[in-house]
């Protein structure tokens, strides 16, 4: 009887602990590298471009579903390339009026909002509208 139990105690240690594994691994937070909002307009615009350190990517848009795809080495070199130029400044007011596009960028542990693009921002905005387009399918 007590070989039994020195075999059997292993034998379910190391299954308990290979069924935890993928459990665990779903848990583990991804790091996001930057993240780009598109809020506003007449038409309710309210897209969200999320990019991991991983180089893959999460596209959601008002409608439709959330798709996760992985960028290419070209797009992911041209992507941080743009990021190294970033300035991100400090969020504007929102103007008066309406139909406006709100342009939210996070990005190093700074969150800043503008509606109107300053340069350093125009490449990685359009990088990351073009991603949108390439990938994002509708329903």
């Not at 139990?5 to 290979?18: C, D, F, G, N, Q």
């Not at 969020?91 to 503008?114: C, H, M, N, W």
């Given at each position: ?23 665990q691994a779903e848990m583990a937070p991804k790091r996001v590298l930057v993240e ?104």
């Amino acid at each position: 009887m007590r070989i039994w139990r020195i075999v059997l105690l292993p034998v379910l240690l190391l299954a308990l602990s290979t069924s935890m594994a993928p459990a665990q691994a779903e848990m583990a937070p991804k790091r996001v590298l930057v993240e780009l909002r598109e809020q506003g307009g007449f038409a309710g615009l309210n897209n969200r471009v999320v990019v991991y350190g991983s180089g893959c990517v999460r596209l959601s848009r008002r409608t439709g579903p959330t798709i996760d795809k992985c960028l290419t080495a070209k797009e992911e070199r041209k992507l941080r390339g743009y990021l190294r130029h970033l300035k991100m400044g400090r969020s504007e007011r929102p103007p008066q009026g309406a139909d406006f596009i709100k342009y939210t960028l996070t990005y190093d542990k700074r969150r800043v909002s503008r509606y109107q693009l300053p340069a350093t921002w125009q490449p990685l905005v359009r990088h990351l509208e073009k991603i949108m387009e390439k990938y994002w399918a509708p329903d």
